[in-house]
Structure formats: structure tokens, C-alpha cells
Nanobody
Framework: QVQLVESGGGLVQAGGSLRLSCAAS????????MGWYRQAPGKERELVAT???????NYADSVKGRFTISRGNARNTVYLQMNSLKPEDTAVYYC?????????????WGKGTLVTVSS
């Protein structure tokens, strides 16, 4: 069983910053990708940023230059530093872990944390 627990969401004014954290527990493959996705009201879930176990990162165009994803030393944690927040960043942010085992990808999700950016 894999569990993902997010923290750090909240209410912030436009231009402000927030830092999201996610801790993974359970059977975590050494080869994996962790990341953040978000879902705004009435919209589909979308990728925000991912980071591989090797440290390679990928960002949505809408957050490049404003958000930074990183992993903790224990490799089972992932952070999302969000700067220069905009009202359109308002969404539920979900932590994701994708494990590669035996050539197959296994996806896991946290319950989400709400980020609200006021104008």
C-alpha cells in the first residue's frame, strides 16, 4: 500500500507564495516520478510539475518561472514552491507518485490540498 499525504495549502493574495509538501509512505519503488497536479472547479485535472527519482523536472507552461518542484533528502517527499501566485492558480492540488515496477507504471494519488489565490 502506498499513501500520499499533502500539506501546505491555504488562502493567499495574488503575488504571494505558498509551499506544498507531500510525504509518501509504503512500498515505494526506487524508480519513480513524483509530482503535482491540480484541478480547478469545472475543469479537468492538469499537470503542474513532476520530478523523477533522478532529479529531472517538468513543468506546465503556465507555471514555469514561478513554481519550483523539489524532492527531500529521503526521496519520499516532494515539495512545490509556488511564487507570484495568480487567481488562476486557484485549485485543489494533488500529489502524485508514479512507480515503475516490472516495466509497468502504477499511479497513486493524495487526497488533495486546496489553494485559493485572491485578487
Amino acid at each position: 500500500q502506498v499513501q500520499l499525504v499533502e500539506s501546505g495549502g491555504g488562502l493567499v493574495q495574488a503575488g504571494g507564495s505558498l509551499r506544498l509538501s507531500c510525504a509518501a509512505s509504503g512500498s515505494i519503488s526506487s524508480i519513480n516520478t513524483m509530482g503535482w497536479y491540480r484541478q480547478a472547479p469545472g475543469k479537468e485535472r492538469e499537470l503542474v510539475a513532476t520530478i523523477t527519482s533522478g532529479g529531472s523536472t517538468n513543468y506546465a507552461d503556465s507555471v514555469k518561472g514561478r513554481f519550483t518542484i523539489s524532492r527531500g533528502n529521503a526521496r519520499n517527499t516532494v515539495y512545490l514552491q509556488m511564487n507570484s501566485l495568480k487567481p488562476e492558480d486557484t485549485a485543489v492540488y494533488y500529489c502524485n507518485l508514479k512507480r515503475l515496477i516490472g516495466g509497468m507504471d502504477y499511479w497513486h494519488w493524495g487526497k488533495g490540498t486546496l489553494v485559493t489565490v485572491s485578487s
